[in-house]
C-alpha cells in the first residue's frame, strides 16, 4: 500500500437506490424475500458501505493490490425506498498493517439509516487468487470422490 493513508482521512460516497438494490432483489430464489417491502436490504446497504469504503481506499493501492472485506458491524436502523439517494461517509479509524478499519454512516436524505465499522484487508491479487482457486479445485475434487 502507498503512504499517505493517514488515521482521520474521510470521504463521502452517494448512490441512489434503484429497485435492484431492495429486499425481493437480494435473493430472487428466496421466496420470503419476495413478500417484504421494496427497501433497501441490509445486505445493499452493507455492500454500499464496503463499496465506499473500497474508493476511499483506492488510491492508495499499489500495482496488483486491492482489499477485502474483514470485519462488519454494522446496524441497519431505518427504511430507505427505491429513489432516494443514499450518502455513505466513511472516516479510517484505524490501520493495523494490511488492516484499514472504517467508521461509516449511512444516510438517505431523511433518515440516518445505517452505521458502524467495517474492516478490510489490502491484498496483492497474485497472492490472494490462486489460494481461493485452489479451494474451488480442492472442493471440486472432493465432490467428484
Known amino acids: 500500500m502507498k503512504p499517505g493513508l493517514a488515521i482521520g482521512d474521510s470521504a463521502v460516497f452517494r448512490l441512489t437506490i434503484g429497485a435492484g438494490h431492495t429486499v425481493p432483489a437480494l435473493f430472487p430464489e428466496a421466496t420470503k424475500f419476495q413478500d417484504m417491502p421494496e427497501v ?13 469504503c473500497i ?72 497472492k490472494f487468487v490462486p489460494k481461493a482457486m485452489a479451494k474451488a479445485e480442492k472442493t471440486l475434487q472432493e465432490d467428484l470422490l
Not at 446496524?75 to 498493517?97: D, F, K, M, N, R
Request: proline share 5%.
Open 40 to 52: 433497501l436490504a441490509t445486505g445493499y446497504m452493507v455492500g454500499l458501505m464496503e463499496w465506499a
Open 55 to 126: 474508493e476511499q481506499l483506492a488510491p492508495y493501492y499499489d500495482e496488483g493490490e486491492g482489499s477485502l472485506g474483514t470485519h462488519v458491524d454494522i446496524s441497519h436502523v431505518a427504511p430507505t425506498p427505491p429513489g432516494l439517494t443514499v450518502t455513505v461517509e466513511t472516516e479510517v479509524t484505524a490501520i493495523e498493517g494490511k488492516f484499514v478499519w472504517f467508521g461509516v454512516r449511512a444516510h438517505d436524505g431523511v433518515d440516518l439509516i445505517g452505521e458502524g465499522r467495517l474492516q478490510r484487508a489490502v491484498v496483492r491479487w497474485e
